[in-house]
């Protein structure tokens, strides 16, 4: 009687036959180096190459929204130029964890997914970070829930314009005649300072309303 255990990847139905695993669980024989190890260099630099251009996509976005490209553009190529750094950590962090668990199409999918996912979600995410005037001027005092939200000064019922000797200063007028205009400054995109009353009218209003 013959004891010897069945190989893996076979199963005994009346006659041994071998059992397919699909594409995806399937591994991957890598190129061998000289002395016949697994050599995962190259997988390891697509998705390093992958990963770089989507940290570029990344940082050029950042860059463009938080207006650091308009005012100073060689920290934003700085910056932009910091996806190198991403790109050689996936190099070292995938290699090392391909030599210990192998190279399966599975893996290769899942890594596209996320990268064209970031990729797909970098306006978002930048936009969210570095919101335009008047999306900070509706998170900060015009929008459902703040002070401002149902007064005069709601951006549905006012004239917004921008000062021309300031251009971080916005001038919100209200169509009902009468009341006082509201300048505000640091209103520029991506600012990171909060809107703040330009003079003693304005912050007057913000103190009537409880801003």
């Known amino acids: 009687m013959n004891d010897t255990p069945a190989p893996a990847g076979y199963r005994d139905s009346g006659s041994t036959r071998r059992v397919r695993l699909p594409a995806l669980l399937r591994r991957i024989e890598p190129p061998r180096t000289a002395d016949g190890r697994p050599d995962y260099r190259l997988p390891a630099m697509a998705l390093a190459s992958c990963t770089g251009i ?58 596209s997914a996320v990268l064209l996912f970031v990729m797909g979600s970098t306006p978002t995410w930048a936009r969210t970070i570095f919101p335009p005037a ?9 929008g459902p829930g703040q002070c401002l939200h149902n007064t005069p000064y709601n951006l549905d019922r006012a004239q917004t314009t921008f000062a021309e000797h300031r251009p971080d200063r916005m ?32 912050r007057r209003i913000l103190t009537t309303y409880g801003c």
């Open 54 to 111: 989507a940290a570029l996509f990344l940082g050029f976005y950042l860059a463009l929204y938080s207006r650091l490209w308009h005012d100073h553009q060689h920290l934003a190529a700085a910056a932009v130029a910091g996806a190198a750094l991403p790109a050689l950590l996936a190099y070292v962090l995938s290699r090392h964890l391909l030599a210990r668990t192998g190279l399966y199409l599975w893996q290769s999918l899942l890594a």
């Open 134 to 142: 008047y999306d900070r001027y509706e998170a900060e005092l015009g």
């Open 171 to 202: 001038i919100v007028r209200p169509i009902r005649h009468g009341l006082p205009s509201l300048a505000l400054d640091n209103a520029v995109d991506g600012g990171l300072q909060h809107l703040a009353p330009a003079d003693a009218a304005s």
